[in-house]
């Protein structure tokens, strides 16, 4: 029985711990058997020099084939510790040496360290016999010195703790003599030294003990029953002291493995002998059957090569009378092909970023056969045509590596399916598929669906209504992939674009947050910037161009004659003027552009309907016929103008005409009614001064010229063209020349839109002028149009004639 006091203080002797080699990143530990859980069998990062902390490099202990996991590690401080009890005797029996393998795995990069702890036997088992008392019986005519086997004591430990020697307990008749078998094993012999006399004494019982070499010395006894025969008898004998046999493993139970035979030179129940295994019984024993009678020994249990190679068996033969002898029995197992590899994944970076460059190692693969020799040769790929290849590593390991560049936008997992095949005849083989996820990595910036973006809105749309919507994809992941959209800072007509429009971060609509003039611009640029969320986060911008289109939003302005105009600023028609003579023309200007411009002038009411016609699109207004004496002196005209819009605007004014020759009935007419009283009395005073003065002053003159008696005619004073005062032009057409705060550009548009188109230019620059001089023609040099039309070049010479109206 093992003694659990002794086998502490025996540790403390033991606890002589070895690093043997760490060599190749290899280290061997050296420890006494059935240390306690926790114990530290020694400092694991300090022998192989680690200098990074082992939590980061996710280090773990792991095993060789499906063996168990005796030791663990302590991530702080880097100790090897024992995690389950190690009992030298159930892991390796009798075997001289007891390594326990066990590995340390480290990731990032991968690395495999290989931990042999080899486990030292302690004194934790006595010697022990099969039976407590052994029945043996002695012919009374055996002479001195003959010897008589005796069975062996068994102990589990091995070496020095093994069975060293017997002792017998004194008596008269018998001395024991210790013998060595060849393969070391001891056994005790009694050798008569005194003869017996069956008379003298029928029967007696010696006391053996067997004793181990551990310290303290563990033994065990067993009680000799020596009975003294008349009879004459021999001992059976094997024929052989060592038998030797080869059997196939997964020999199924019942297969005749040999037969043992011995010879007893007596006859009837002294010659009849019976086979038995000399052994304590255990597992292995239970292996074979041994008949006792035929000698024939045959299977009887599993017989696996890969638990045990090879059996040797203790055999014994004993007659009738108790009287054996001993022979050895080694059955050696013969491998079979009969375990298909097996393939661990012993470490694996899953998922794998998918910007790791190729060659990078992602797994450590270790594939195991746990038969032997060829039917252990293994060779080991991939099935898939993946970007991944194996690459063997020590001893039966592999790394899995990368052999291109991944992209998870393409591919965003892998099934790896490795395959084993082993050399045996059939060759077995296995698969194991690794599931590998290739993580996101932010690589993709967010893209527009469309180059750039284009926007058409009329003017005037109310404020929070949709303009457009730009949309940019990103095949990340998540928020990799999460497009975020936002308006780049940018103008306006020299506002922030961020006071007219604002778009939806989420769904890149974009609303107006105010309308637009057409009249101030007519497009304008902004840019989006789609932003994923990443980090750090990618970005793409797109240009959207806004086109405003023109609602017939403004009313023509009529800029001559003024539309709160009076009576008392009359046209002059002279009495003479002919049919299809100008007499006057109405301007007018429409801030819109194309149709929403295009002027048409008509008369609506007048004094007198078949004497004045107007120019549809010119607001030119003619006499249509010779001016005659009856009519009336006074015409009034009602003009409309309206523009071409859709839902046409119109603006009225009245032109007034006065028909007359004489400039004094001009002046009566022009003359002011509403004059007060007071300058009416210094009117008429001055009136009467100056009739005195000129009487006084003709009376001479007449005196001295009184030879000169000719009067003259009077003449027409004038001249009929029509004087528009430049007070009548808005402020905008006088600045043209100047500083103007509109943009030329734009003026000259205003300009075009204008009904009557030859005349457009002559607005600016005959009006500027307070009297049109007649018949005369301006010539405008290239540059001083530049100016109107902005840059543009090569622009021609213009030249305008001013008709003269009469
Ligand atoms: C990998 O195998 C799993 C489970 O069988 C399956 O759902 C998945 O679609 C496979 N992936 C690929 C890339 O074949
Ligand atoms: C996004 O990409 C970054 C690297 O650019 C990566 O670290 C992160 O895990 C990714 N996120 C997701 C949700 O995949
Ligand atoms: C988009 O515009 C912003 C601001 O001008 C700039 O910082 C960014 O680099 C641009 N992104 C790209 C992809 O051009």
Redesign the pocket.
Known sequence: MPNNRDAMDYRGLYLIVLVVHSVYGDVSYSIPEEMKRGSVIGNIAKDLGFTFRLSDRKARIDTEDDNDRYCSIDLTTGDLIVAKRMDRESLCAKKPSCVVQQELILENPLELHRISVRVNDINDNAPQFKEDLQKIEIGEQAVKGARFPLDEAHDADIAENAVQSYTLEPNEHFTLQVKTKGNGRKYGELVLHNELDREDKQEMTLLISAVDGGSPQRSGTVAIHVTVLDANDNAPVFSQAVYQASLPENSPVDTLVMTVRASDSDEGINGEIVYGFDHVSDEKGNAFSLNPTTGEIRVAGSIDYEKESSYELQISAKDGLGLGSYASLIIDIVDVNDNAPVIHQKSLSNPIPEDVLAGTEVGIINVQDRDSQNNRQVRCFIQENVPFKLIPSIKNYYSLVTTSTLDRELVSDYNITIRATDEGTPPLSSSKTIHLTVADVNDN?PMFDEPSYSAYVTENIKPGSTLCSVTAGDPDWRQNGTVVYSL??GEVNSSPVSLYLSVNRDTGVIHTLKSFDYELFRSFKF?V?ARDNGSPP????VTVSVFITDVNDNTPQILYPTPEGDAFKSELVPMVTHGGSLVSKVIAVDGDSGQNAWLSYHIIKSTDPGLFSIGLHSGEIRTQRDISETDSMKQNLVVSVKDNGPSPLSATCVVYFLISDNLAEVAEFNHHPHEDSDSKVTFYLIIALVCISTFFLTFIVLMLSVRFCRSRKPRLLFDGAVAIPSAYLPPNYAEVDGMGTLRSAYNYDAYLTTGSRTSDFKFVESYNGNTMPADQTLRKSPTDFAEIFGDSEGTPEVSMTVTPLI
């Open positions: 910036p780049l800072p840019q910037m990618l970005s793409s911008n």
